[in-house]
């Protein structure tokens, strides 16, 4: 079956960089679009990133020009890496697969458990 195990966060200090990782298995990984999504304590999930399958890509207003998608097809792993971090980033990521190149959850079918980024001030 699918699977998307994410891993790489942590606590870091603000101003601090960050990079989170997404291993896939169980699908064609270079056929997927590629996204990270994060939830923040009492806030519904939101779109962070995504990635086509030609490595365009689109950000969320909130971090466009500190953080970084990117995809190693070799690896079937799809990378965030976040710069210069403030304590509202602080969130669990998820990173999701799916056959739409979008920024709504609904687009995405296959879902990882998350990993906890707490970014401190």
């Known amino acids: 079956q699918v699977q998307l195990v994410e891993s790489g966060g942590g606590l870091v200090q603000a101003g601090d960089s960050l990079r989170v990782s997404c291993a896939a298995s169980?699908?064609?990984?270079?056929?997927?679009?590629m996204a990270w999504f994060r939830q923040a304590p009492g806030k519904e999930r939101a779109f962070v990133a995504t990635?086509?399958?030609?490595?365009?890509?689109m950000y969320a207003e909130s971090v466009k020009g500190r953080f970084t998608i990117s995809r190693d097809n070799a690896k079937n792993t799809v990378y965030l890496e976040m710069n210069s971090l403030k304590p509202e980033d602080t969130a669990v990521y998820y990173c999701?697969?799916?056959?739409?190149?979008?920024?709504?959850?609904?687009?995405?079918?296959?879902w990882g458990q998350g990993t906890q980024v707490t970014v401190s001030s």
């Open positions: 999701a697969a799916g056959q739409i190149w979008s920024m709504g959850q609904n687009d995405y079918n296959y």
């Open positions: 990635i086509s399958r030609s490595s365009d890509t």
């Open positions: 169980g699908l064609t990984f270079s056929s997927y679009k």
